[in-house]
């Protein structure tokens, strides 16, 4: 499928479990990013990459780990789950970091529950 | 350290209507840009229009307008003639220069017949 793509869309888990989120896009965008949404808080950006092998923490990377090794995918990992990670979590893509309208497309989201 | 304020968190608009939604930034980055996006009650993140801060005019795409106002620090996003298909929440995000979106907190519209 063309575009950006997420999986799952719904995930249940349990207090400690680890749990990754896939993000694959088509695109070849150099940048990708995850946020979560929360009620009240909009969108948070958790980490985001540059480029393959080039990532960085934003607002709130506490708990989380990314990586990515190729450029169309940027999975998201929870190494050890707790409830307040519950959340929507948006993973997006842009063409270039900035320096105009570099719009970000996002993906369809995963929605987490952590029991 | 950036901030974006959404201050309304909701409103009822009548269809064919136009509505205003708030939008003020605080950064001390002199290249910035300013983004609106939509999220409907599907959940997916609309892309809606773009404002950079060294634009001298305002942002316009089809219906959607920005009142960029860069000395008060405020990009309200203005929607003219609103369909029922206007309804969602809607976001204002500032860009610093490096790239990193902050989201506001977001507006629910609720467009009634």
């Known amino acids: 499928d063309a575009g950006i793509t997420q999986s799952p869309r719904y995930k249940i888990t349990e207090t400690g479990r680890q749990v990754t989120l896939m993000c694959h896009q088509t695109?070849?965008?150099?940048?990708m990013f995850w946020y979560r949404q929360d009620l009240g808080h909009g969108l948070r950006l958790i980490y985001y990459?540059?480029?393959?092998?080039?990532?960085d923490k934003g607002e709130v990377p506490d708990g989380y780990v990314v990586s990515r090794s190729k450029t169309e995918n940027f999975p998201l990992t929870l190494e050890s789950a707790t409830r307040s990670q519950t959340s929507v979590y948006f993973c997006?893509?842009?063409?270039?970091?900035?320096?105009?309208?570099?719009?970000?497309?996002f993906g369809p989201g995963t929605r987490l529950t952590v029991l | 350290a950036q901030k974006i304020t959404q201050t309304q968190p909701g409103m009822f608009v009548q269809e064919k209507e136009a509505v205003t939604l708030d939008c003020t930034y605080d950064?001390?980055?002199?290249?910035?840009?300013l983004f609106w996006y939509k999220q409907p009650s599907s959940g997916e993140m609309i892309f809606l229009i773009y404002?950079?801060?060294?634009?001298?005019q305002n942002a316009t795409e089809g219906r959607y307008s920005l009142n960029f106002q860069k000395a008060r620090k405020s990009a309200n996003l203005v929607i003219s003639a609103s369909q029922l298909g206007d309804s969602g929440i809607y976001f204002c995000?500032?860009?610093?220069?490096?790239?990193?979106?902050?989201f506001g907190a977001g507006t629910q519209v609720v467009v009634t017949p």
């Open positions: 997006a893509s842009s063409e270039s970091g900035t320096g105009g309208r570099n719009e970000q497309f």
């Open positions: 695109w070849s965008h150099s940048y």
């Open positions: 990459s540059a480029a393959a092998d080039i990532t």
């Open positions: 950064t001390s980055d002199q290249s910035y840009g």
């Open positions: 404002q950079g801060s060294y634009d001298e």
């Open positions: 995000a500032l860009e610093n220069s490096w790239g990193k979106l902050q």
